[in-house]
């Protein structure tokens, strides 16, 4: 082992410990933190729900964006569109079949910053017993200590779901064949 | 003879044998209008007329059912006809029971509706109010319950009637008949 060998070897020590990532864990218990859709109606106008119960946490460093890992689980049974008869139909056997798949899922493969601020965010979601992989467009809304002696960092994604690739057959129309999903992350450092 | 509107100890009144008979369809229609309300899709005309007929009739039916109980407390019942006295127990629990499935599948359907706190509409002639939700998801509870009670409700008017019959045809007596001609006597 030369001395070079050595020295590049410390450079990269040294540059892993300081991009090591901080670890954050979702607030969904302060509801700062919210999992929304959006389908229309007929293509003449937006139906739009959320989830309200998740959990999840995710690991960012500003230094070292790439670094990044989010892992998200999502209660299916907690669907929310304000209105009871259609909630009850969403977690029925022609949506989310919540009896037989209680439980929905989204773990990160990679985290793609573009120059721009954006970033695109890759992984797995497991819904309704599919496991697919899918891109999450990303902005980051800001991170900095909040009044309570935390440290917090939050962001918003945007994805595209084609209910047919998750095995929902239901025929809600040509303009309603896709879901799409509106999620505010934010993150209390731990 | 003025039709009597009101129960004697020997036959029943006009009030009765109407609301009978009123309820008695309301239920038998109401069920396999429901089971079809299952299987409508998004784009069946029916989507939202068949279960808004559903609701109304069923809040109508609750209305019906409320003054067909008021109606018998306040009304002498007449007199069960003989029969050995196992048979007599049974047909007691079948006409309890019938009450009991009733309300149970009538509240049940209310609370399907009611979950979110929107009131039920009947015919675009009055809304019934909801009540607060009981419990998380009381939608999807209260529907399985609905279509159990229900289901049971049907079963168990299927044997009323069939008894009904027996009664008529195999052991000759007046039950059929009593609920048909208010000036039926039966002499006990």
Known sequence: ?190 | MAIPVTDNPKSFGLGSILLHWFTALMIIGMYPLGLYIGTLTYYDADYHTVPYWHKSIGMILMGLMLVRVLWRTMNTTPAPLPQPKPLLLATKAAHLLLYLLTATTLISGYMISTADGRGIEVFNWFEIPALPAVTENQEDIAGEIHYLTATMLISLAAIHALAALKHHFIDKDKTLTRMINMRQETNQ
Do not use: C
């Not at chain 1, 070292?64 to 049974?77: E, G, L, R």
């Not at chain 1, 779901?161 to 992350?185: D, W």
């Open chain 1, 1 to 190: 082992m030369n001395l070079k060998t050595v020295i590049a070897g410390a450079i990269l020590a040294g540059t892993i410990t300081s991009a090591q990532a901080a670890d954050y864990v979702i607030d969904d218990k302060g509801a700062h933190a919210s999992i929304n859709f959006s389908i229309k109606h007929l293509g003449y106008s937006w139906v739009v729900g959320r989830f309200n119960e998740f959990n999840g946490s995710f690991s960012y460093d500003e230094a070292n964006p790439a670094a990044s890992s989010v892992t998200v689980n999502i209660k299916p049974a907690s669907v929310d569109s304000n209105h009871a008869e259609r909630d009850k139909h969403l977690r029925s056997e022609d949506f989310l079949a919540v009896d037989k798949f209680p439980e929905a899922k989204f773990v990160s493969t990679a985290f793609t910053p573009a120059d721009d601020g954006s970033a695109v965010l890759s992984g797995n979601l497991t819904l309704r017993g599919v496991t697919k992989p899918i891109d999450i467009s990303v902005t980051k809304i800001g991170e900095g200590k909040d009044p309570w002696g935390g440290y917090r960092a939050g962001f918003r994604g945007t994805t595209e779901l084609k209910l047919k690739e998750y095995g929902i057959n239901f025929n809600l129309g040509p303009a309603s064949e896709s879901v799409y999903l509106n999620l505010n992350v934010e993150g209390i450092r731990q």
